[in-house]
């Protein structure tokens, strides 16, 4: 079963206007945090943003914010202002325990985010 | 400060032959981790580290990957045989601890074509 869901495999946004990217998880851990990396066509990985599962703020980092609904596991990403560098492929992933010790983060599919004139 | 580096950042390998991948972690990072990429699709988890100590191997495809990070730095992902299937990119990734709470810094991969 998947655990990290995301239904959009593209997306356009008109520049300086706001997008949200979904992304949906499953687990039945209480402890655990999601995460949004951007991977342009450059192909590194660039971390954008964290939201814990006890935090009960939603997260913000300049541009970007969290949607974070815990009943609804769902954890969106919105962009504000975009702009024409935000193209990207935009993934979601869930960092979970597991027996052993560490964790590991668990991808989605991504979302790819092309932003027009 | 520097980020993570891997090299080579490409490697063309034929059917059969053996290759080795390098990562060099944030320095001072205790948990590194290796993913691979196929493409159009998201990382998958292959192997985990803490310190030199390898926590988690469920991840690798088969017996043919292996990986060592003997003294707690450096780690060598080492896949012997290489298959087609085995094109992917391969994404190194360290962070300072083993909380659920830190960011995984991830380098630049290395990109992979076995024909």
């Known amino acids: 079963a998947q655990k990290i869901t995301q239904t959009q495999p593209g997306m356009f946004v008109q520049e300086k206007e706001a997008v949200t990217l979904d992304c949906t998880y499953d687990?039945?851990?209480?402890?655990?945090?999601l995460f949004w990396y951007k991977q342009p066509s450059s192909g590194e990985m660039i971390f954008l943003i964290y939201?814990?599962?006890?935090?009960?703020q939603n997260a913000t980092e300049g541009r970007y914010s969290l949607n974070f609904q815990k009943a609804r596991k769902s954890a969106n990403l919105v962009i504000s202002a975009s702009q024409l560098g935000d193209s990207a492929m935009y993934f979601c992933a869930m960092r979970e325990p597991f027996t052993g010790g560490g964790n590991k983060l668990t991808f989605g599919t991504g979302t790819q985010l092309k932003v027009e004139l | 400060g520097a980020g993570v580096s891997q090299s080579p950042r490409y490697k063309v390998a034929k059917r059969g032959q053996d290759v080795a991948l390098r990562c060099d972690p944030i320095?001072?990072?205790?948990?590194l981790f290796w993913y691979q990429q196929a493409l159009g699709q998201g990382p998958e988890f292959l192997t985990y580290?803490?310190?030199?100590?390898?926590?988690?191997k469920s991840g690798l495809p088969s017996d043919r990957f292996f990986a060592e990070r003997p003294e707690g730095s450096v780690s060598t992902l080492k896949i012997q045989r290489t298959q087609q299937e085995d094109s992917a990119v391969y994404l190194c990734?360290?962070?300072?601890?083993?909380?659920?709470?830190?960011?995984?810094?991830f380098g630049p991969g290395t990109r992979l074509l076995v024909l």
């Open positions: 687990t039945s851990d209480q402890s655990y945090g």
């Open positions: 939201q814990g599962s006890y935090d009960e």
């Open positions: 320095s001072g990072h205790v948990s």
């Open positions: 580290f803490q310190n030199e100590a390898q926590l988690d």
């Open positions: 990734a360290s962070s300072p601890g083993q909380s659920l709470w830190e960011t995984q810094y």
